[in-house]
Every structure is written in structure tokens, then in C-alpha cells.
């Protein structure tokens, strides 16, 4: 597969934080499911941390993900990429989800998290130009954005209890606004 095409956003009127990926991988893609690989630490880490079953059907852990406030998508729409890794998007041909839109929408989502280096870099230099010229100074003012390393296999030079504690950082966010 290299023509890779996302999904839908999976966000409700209790999102208040916004996880982004930058595409799915070929697993993921394969199976219709965010974060399917079985290696991939993003279940084990939100389990943890929130209110959401490991052991859960898949629409039941986004359905427990949406409840505690949090949803997912990811920074493309569309791209070419070879294989999973995400240092072979071709930016180029890659087409970007329309967050203006879902920003306006859900006004309620006040933090962006980028899970990994690469959905932040392709947020920060793709999409936060549109939004700073197309939100509302009041929509765009109460939105916070932050980093956390990559829940992806790939990302093998930390630990899964590093990566949580990083990732501890969601909780909090939404323990504060409770």
C-alpha cells in the first residue's frame, strides 16, 4: 500500500482534548482501527492513565476515550507513503484533514497533543498557518498544543514507562478541567 487514507475524526461534544497521529499505519489501516498494532504503546498508555478497559472492544474503548473527554485523528487526510514509518510521507501529495472546520465545530477542544515528533512538525508547519488566519481570535487564544514522544514501535529509543510519564501530561489537562 502506499496511497494511505485516515479517518474520520472520532470526537463528540465531551472532546476537550485532541490527540493527534499524522496517518495511521498499514495495520491500523488494515483493520479500521487507530493504534491497532500490537506493539504500538498508545492503548496500553491511555489505559493507564484514564478510564478506558484495555481488555475492551475497540468502539468501546472509543467510546470510554470520547466520555473522558479526549478524541483522535491525525494531521493527514490523504498521503503517499510507502510502508508505515512517517519519514516516507511524501508531503508533497499529501492532503491535510481540515481542522478549521472541526475547530469551529467543537469549540469546546482546548489542547492539541501530537503523538510523535512528526504529526507535531507537519501540524506546526501545515496547519497552524490556516489557523491563525481562518479560526477566531477566541477559538484560536484558548487552544494549547504540546508534543509527546511517538506511542510507535518505531520510536524504540524510549521506554513504554518514559512514554507514560510523558503522556501524563493528558490526565492532568483533564483532570484540571474538571
Not at 485532541?18 to 491500523?28: A, F, N, Q
Not at 499529501?94 to 472541526?102: A, G, H, K, P, R
Not at 484558548?142 to 521506554?159: E, I, K, R
Amino acid at each position: 500500500m502506499a496511497w494511505a487514507q485516515g479517518f474520520t475524526p472520532q470526537v463528540d461534544s465531551h472532546t476537550r482534548v485532541l490527540i493527534l497521529g499524522s496517518m495511521p499505519g498499514i495495520k491500523s489501516l488494515k483493520d479500521e482501527q487507530y493504534y491497532a498494532h500490537a506493539r504500538n504503546a498508545f492503548w496500553p498508555i491511555i489505559t493507564a492513565l484514564l478510564d478506558v478497559e484495555a481488555d475492551a472492544e475497540y468502539s468501546q474503548r472509543l467510546m470510554m476515550l470520547n466520555q473522558c473527554g479526549v478524541g483522535l485523528w491525525d494531521v493527514y487526510h490523504r498521503c503517499y507513503r510507502p510502508g508505515s514509518l512517517d519519514s516516507n510521507i511524501d508531503k508533497k501529495s499529501s492532503e491535510l484533514n481540515d481542522f478549521v472546520s472541526l475547530l469551529q465545530r467543537y469549540k469546546h477542544i482546548r489542547w492539541i497533543f501530537f503523538n510523535g515528533k512528526a504529526a507535531e512538525t507537519a501540524f506546526v508547519k501545515q496547519v497552524m498557518p490556516h489557523l491563525v488566519t481562518s479560526l477566531s481570535a477566541d477559538v484560536f487564544s484558548n487552544l494549547h498544543f504540546q508534543g509527546l514522544p511517538s506511542t510507535s514501535p518505531a520510536n524504540a529509543a524510549m521506554n513504554v514507562d518514559t512514554k507514560k510519564k510523558h503522556w501524563m501530561q493528558i490526565k492532568q489537562v483533564l483532570d484540571a478541567n474538571e
